[in-house]
């Protein structure tokens, strides 16, 4: 029996350095009444979708850096987006600057039940970029200066979605969707719904080689297509998009099924919902074949995966006559 979802990923244009948390949501609002005209029961925003790309920006003091975070979710500014999914009925996904009550920071995401009780919460695990002031770069990106690495692990539950009953959701967030190992942890809990924002500039700002924007794309629906197939989940990929500070974002939001394929694509690099009617029996197929897990997974060869991190050179195969 089919189990029916409409999902959507609502994409954000780019939301200025001088703009405030209002500007944001009232966009985020308009967004959602666009899914409630189109019967959407899911929607997922970006990464950090309350303000602007903050860690390109640098402030000497780290404090100084707070006025980005929130410490309460509603809050005064954030409560209109409650108020929406309450009244639409809808569920979302929302990316966000978190600081907790004991004064730590994390690049967090909520999946938010249209009561506007919170479902699941979890913290981004890989945090690209670096610490301190590059000056080579020419635009920084201080992730890891701004957020510690999250400690929520890649949780998973099991909990009523729209009308298609129970849903095993996750979630993870831009970077993560480059790593096999984050997806593969949501894999081995059933996952059957992959939420995750992101915001990815169109250009490589390491200088360390020329990639060009067609890769980037490339890179990211790749990995999200691939993250997906193997291990047989929905995915709903959410980007903030455009010329955001004066640097471009590239967009290209997508939907794709358990088998890989991209069921829907941002075309803009503005706000744009994109929706998808999501079958979640789909998972099934690769769930019990290919990707049947308990029947076909080697762990006694994977002790390298979680034993080391960085990479190894390999022994030197050696002629027998030398
Ligand atoms: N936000 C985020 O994680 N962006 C990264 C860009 C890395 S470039 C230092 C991404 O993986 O898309």
Redesign the pocket.
């Known amino acids: 029996m089919a189990r029916r979802l409409t999902v959507a990923a609502a994409q954000l244009g780019p939301i200025q350095k001088a703009e405030g948390r209002d500007v944001a949501v009232g966009r985020m609002v308009r967004l959602m009444e666009r899914a409630h005209q189109r019967g959407v029961e899911v929607v997922v925003f970006p990464?950090l979708a309350l303000t602007t790309f903050f860690p390109r920006w640098y402030e000497e003091d780290r404090a100084a850096a707070d006025n980005w975070f929130e410490a309460a979710l509603p809050s005064n500014e954030t409560a209109p987006l409650f108020e929406a999914a309450r009244k639409y009925g809808i569920a979302f996904h929302l990316g966000y600057a978190e600081k907790t009550p004991e004064g730590r920071h994390f690049n967090t995401a909520v999946f938010v039940h249209p009561s506007g009780e919170i479902v699941l919460k979890y913290r981004k695990v890989h945090l690209?970029?670096h610490a301190e002031y590059d000056p080579v770069r020419k635009v920084q990106?201080l992730?890891k200066r701004y957020f510690e690495v999250g400690d929520l692990g890649f949780p998973v539950v099991r909990a009523p979605v729209g009308g298609a009953g129970p849903v095993n959701v996750g979630m993870l967030i831009?970077?993560d969707r480059?790593w096999p190992e984050a997806w593969r942890v949501l894999g081995l809990q059933s996952v059957e719904l992959v939420m995750l924002g992101?915001?990815?500039?169109s250009l490589?700002m390491d200088n360390r080689g020329f990639e060009a924007h067609h890769l980037r794309v490339l890179h990211?629906h790749l990995s999200i297509q691939a993250g997906c197939y193997q291990n047989a989940t929905f995915g709903v990929a959410a980007a903030k998009a455009g010329v955001e500070d004066g640097h471009e974002l590239f967009g290209h939001s997508i939907i794709v099924n358990p088998q890989g394929e991209i069921m829907a694509q941002a075309t803009s690099w503005d706000d744009e919902l994109i929706t998808a009617d999501c079958d979640l029996e789909m998972c099934r197929l690769g769930r019990e074949t290919i990707f049947n897990f308990a029947a076909h997974r080697r762990v006694e060869a994977y002790a390298r995966i979680t034993a080391q991190t960085g990479a190894q050179p390999p022994a030197e195969w050696q002629p027998r006559g030398a």
């Open positions: 990464e690209p970029g990106h992730e831009c970077n480059r992101y915001n990815t500039p490589n990211s």
